[in-house]
C-alpha cells in the first residue's frame, strides 16, 4: 500500500461521540486525501492537504474536520460522529494530483 | 453535474481473455483520466493513466484508450488472469485555480472464470 498505514483498521462508536482517523505516510508525498466510500456513491474526497497545514474541504466535508501538522501524518476528525458517518475511509497520497496510493481503510460503524 | 460513469455493473469473462471495461465522462475539460483496481477489502490500486492530450498509453498487459471526441475511456486488460477479478474505477483529474479534484465513477465488477 505504498507506504500509507491507517488506524484504526476498525472502529465501532455511538452517535454523538468524537473519533479521529489517523494516516500515515513513509513517503514523503506532498498531498494527502481522505475519501470515504459507500455503496452507490462509489469513493468521495472529503478533504484534502496540498502541504503542512495546508488543507481544502472536498465533495462531503460537513461534519468532518482534518489536521496536518507534519508531512507524514493527517487526520480525520468526526466531532460528533452520526449513523450517516458509517463508512468505509480511505487515506491517499500523492506527489501529483492525479496519481494518488491509497491505504487499506478504516471501517467506521456508528450505533 | 459532471460526472464519470462506467457503461456496466459487471463483467464476466474466461481465464485467457481479453476484458475491456468502459467508462464514459462528460467533463472535457479534465486533465488526466486514471484507472483504478480494487480488490475485495483492499484500498484502490493505480493501474495506468492518460493525460487529455493523449489517445492511447499502454502499461503491462493493459491498454487505456481515450476517445474525446465521444468522450469515451476504455481498459484493455490483455490474457485475463484470476488474479484481475477486482471492481475496476475510472476516474478524472481536473485542475483549477480553486484546487484540483479528483472524481470517481461507481465502478465495474470483474469477474474472471478459470
Known amino acids: 500500500d505504498a507506504g500509507i498505514t491507517q488506524s484504526p483498521r476498525h472502529k465501532v462508536t455511538e452517535t454523538g461521540t468524537p473519533v479521529t482517523l489517523r494516516c500515515h505516510q513513509t513517503?514523503?508525498?506532498?498531498?494527502m486525501y481522505w475519501y470515504r466510500q459507500d455503496p452507490g456513491h462509489g469513493l468521495r474526497l472529503i478533504h484534502y492537504?496540498?502541504?503542512?497545514?495546508?488543507?481544502d474541504k472536498g465533495e462531503v466535508s460537513d461534519g468532518y474536520s482534518v489536521s496536518r501538522s507534519k508531512t507524514e501524518d493527517f487526520l480525520l476528525t468526526l466531532e460528533s460522529a452520526t449513523s450517516s458517518q458509517t463508512s468505509v475511509y480511505f487515506c491517499?497520497?500523492?506527489?501529483?494530483?492525479?496519481?494518488?496510493?491509497f491505504g487499506p481503510g478504516t471501517r467506521l460503524t456508528v450505533t | 453535474g459532471e460526472s464519470v460513469g462506467l457503461h456496466l455493473p459487471t463483467l464476466s469473462v474466461q481465464e485467457g481473455d481479453n476484458s475491456i471495461i468502459n467508462c464514459a465522462y462528460s467533463?472535457?475539460?479534465?486533465?488526466?483520466f486514471i484507472w483504478y483496481k480494487q480488490e475485495s477489502g483492499k484500498g484502490p490500486q493505480f493501474i495506468i493513466d492518460?493525460?487529455?492530450?493523449?489517445d492511447k498509453r499502454q502499461g503491462q498487459r493493459v491498454t487505456v484508450l481515450l476517445n474525446k471526441t465521444v468522450k469515451h475511456l476504455s481498459l484493455q486488460i490483455a490474457a485475463t488472469q484470476p488474479g484481475d477479478s477486482a471492481v475496476y474505477f475510472c476516474?478524472?483529474?481536473?485542475?483549477?485555480?480553486?484546487?484540483?479534484?479528483?472524481?470517481f465513477g461507481e465502478g465495474t465488477q470483474l469477474t474472471v472464470n478459470p
Open positions: 491517499a497520497i500523492g506527489q501529483q494530483g492525479w496519481e494518488q496510493y
Open positions: 513517503e514523503n508525498h506532498r498531498y
Open positions: 492537504s496540498y502541504g503542512v497545514k495546508d488543507t
Open positions: 467533463n472535457s475539460a479534465s486533465d488526466y
Open positions: 492518460i493525460r487529455s492530450n493523449m
Open positions: 476516474a478524472e483529474f481536473l485542475e483549477e485555480t480553486s484546487g484540483s479534484r479528483l472524481t
